[in-house]
Structure formats: C-alpha cells, structure tokens
C-alpha cells in the first residue's frame, strides 16, 4: 500500500477494447494499493506517476499488524474503501445514464486547475485523450464537445489548456442528465 506524499499518481484500468479508462488522479495525501494490502490477491488498476511523485510504502504485513491492533483506523479504512465504492457507483450510473456533454463538465470542473491570479479563468491541462478515457468517450465525441462549448464561449482551447471561461454554465451542464 502506498501514500502519495507528493505530485499525482493516475490510477487507470485497461478494457476489453485495449484502451484505458482513468478511474482517479491521486495527489497528496491519498491512498493507492489498499485493495490489494487487504484482500492480498493483485492489483485491480494500473498506477503511473503523472508528475514527479515521493511516495511512502507500507508492506501488507506491516498494515495487517497495524490494523489488527486499531480498531479506529479500521473504522476509518472502511470509509474510504466505502466512498470509494460510491464514487464508482456514481460514476457507473454516470456512464450508464447521464450524457456525454454532463459527464465532460463535471470531469473538466473536477480537474481543473484555479486560476493563479485574479480575475483569470480555471483551466485543464488533461488533454481530449484523458478527459475521453476519464468519462468513458471517444476522443472525436469529447473534441465535438469542446468544440460547441468554444462556439458558445464557455470553453477555449489555447496553449495545450482548455481554459473554463465560464464554469457556471459548465456546472449548470454537469447536472443535466
């Protein structure tokens, strides 16, 4: 098991087609590998550093021992392992029901970037791939997408970003179904 003591870890899973879906960007602070610690059988996802990462490793027999004699971090282990759950099963339901131009707005309002001076716009630095692969899309769907959103000027595309210009109109989108 692992913590991301720095940069960001993206944990993905390969499909039946041969691409990859994005199921998280870890960053500080948060947990990879716990699946696997607990249940001792392998890894359920792929995890690449996107960015330089320090990571701390924890052996399973080492987080076995520890959890045996600590209830309260016991406790606290399943609600992760819980939301976790939750979030996928948002996520599921997302993929199964909700439509594509929803899903691309609440995963670009979910990554992006705050602006690093006032007065400038949120921004997403994940390209047409990743947000495709991150709300289970083709890259052409997710480039039409953007390509409306420019026209209407919630979005522009410049220098490798996707710059959110305006993000209350991609969060009134982000609820649609």
Avoid at 66 to 90: K, N, Q, T, W, Y
Avoid at 150 to 157: C, F
Wanted: proline residues 3%; glycine residues 6%.
């Amino acid at each position: 098991m692992m913590t991301v003591l720095a940069g960001t870890v993206r944990i993905s899973m390969p499909t039946s087609g041969g691409k990859d879906v994005i199921l998280a960007d870890l960053s500080a602070g948060e947990v990879l590998g716990e699946i696997s610690v607990l249940d001792g059988s392998e890894r359920s996802a792929d995890a690449v550093a996107v960015t330089n990462v320090e990571l701390l490793s924890v052996n399973r027999r080492d987080v076995l021992y520890f959890l045996s004699r600590s209830p309260e971090v016991c406790l606290r282990l399943l609600a992760h392992l819980s939301g976790m759950i939750r979030s996928s099963d948002d996520r599921m339901a997302d993929i199964a029901f909700v439509s594509l131009a929803a899903r691309l707005a609440k995963a670009m309002l979910g990554s992006s970037q705050p602006a690093t001076a006032p007065n400038w716009p949120s921004r997403v630095s994940l390209s047409q791939s990743e947000l495709a692969r991150m709300i289970a899309a083709s890259r052409e769907s997710v480039n039409r997408q953007l390509s409306l959103w420019q026209n209407r000027g919630i979005v522009e595309l410049r220098d490798g970003w996707i710059v959110l210009t305006r993000p209350d109109e991609l969060e009134v989108i982000s609820q649609l179904v």
